[in-house]
C-alpha cells in the first residue's frame, strides 16, 4: 500500500547530529496519520508521500523545518517564591507568554536562592540534525481515527 492522504503510516527512526552523534531513536515503531495532519514534520511527510512499506529516508533537517530557531526571548528569570519549594533543574513546567494564548513547556536551568531560569525553548530548537526512517507498515486510516485527527491502538494514541 502507499503513503497516501488518509493512511496510518508506522516507521523507525533515528536522529543524530551531524558529528554522527545519536539524538533520538525510536525501540518500537511510531504511527502518524499522514495527510497534514501534524503527527510528523512536515518535510519528512511531504518525502514520505507516495512511498510503501520498506522505504527509507534520510533528510538533513534545519531548524525551520524542525525545532524552530532558538529564540533567547524564551528564557526566563522567575522569582523563587513562584515555584514549589521541591524545584530542580530538569523540571519543566507549562506557561503561556504574556498577552498570548500560546503555551510553551518550560524547562528549570537554573536555581538560587531568589530567582529560578526557565527555558521555553524545545531542547533541539537550533539544531541541525539528520533524520533517518524505515517504514514498517501502512494501513487506512479508520473513520475514528480520521475524525480525532490522530492514531489509535499500537504505536499511536490510546483514550
Excluded: W
Excluded at 53 to 75: C, K, N, R
Amino acid at each position: 500500500m502507499r503513503i497516501v492522504k488518509n493512511t496510518v503510516v508506522s516507521l523507525h527512526y533515528k536522529m543524530t547530529d551531524l558529528e554522527g552523534n545519536l539524538m533520538e531513536e525510536t525501540d518500537e515503531p511510531i504511527s502518524y496519520l499522514h495527510g497534514g495532519y501534524d503527527g510528523i514534520f512536515p518535510i519528512v511527510e511531504e518525502a514520505l508521500h507516495e512511498k510503501e512499506t520498506g522505504a527509507t529516508l534520510s533528510l538533513q533537517m534545519e531548524p525551520e523545518d524542525a525545532f524552530g530557531e532558538y529564540d533567547e526571548e524564551l528564557i526566563r528569570v522567575e522569582p523563587r517564591n513562584a515555584f514549589p519549594e521541591e524545584v530542580t533543574v530538569g523540571m519543566q513546567f507549562e506557561g503561556s507568554e504574556e498577552g498570548t494564548d500560546d503555551f510553551f513547556i518550560y524547562t528549570v536551568k537554573e536555581v538560587s536562592d531568589d530567582a529560578v531560569v526557565v527555558d521555553g525553548n524545545h531542547p533541539y530548537a537550533g539544531t541541525v540534525f539528520q533524520f533517518e526512517c524505515t517504514v514498517t507498515e501502512v494501513r487506512p486510516a479508520t473513520e475514528e481515527e480520521l475524525s480525532h485527527g490522530h492514531v489509535h491502538g499500537p504505536h499511536g494514541h490510546e483514550h
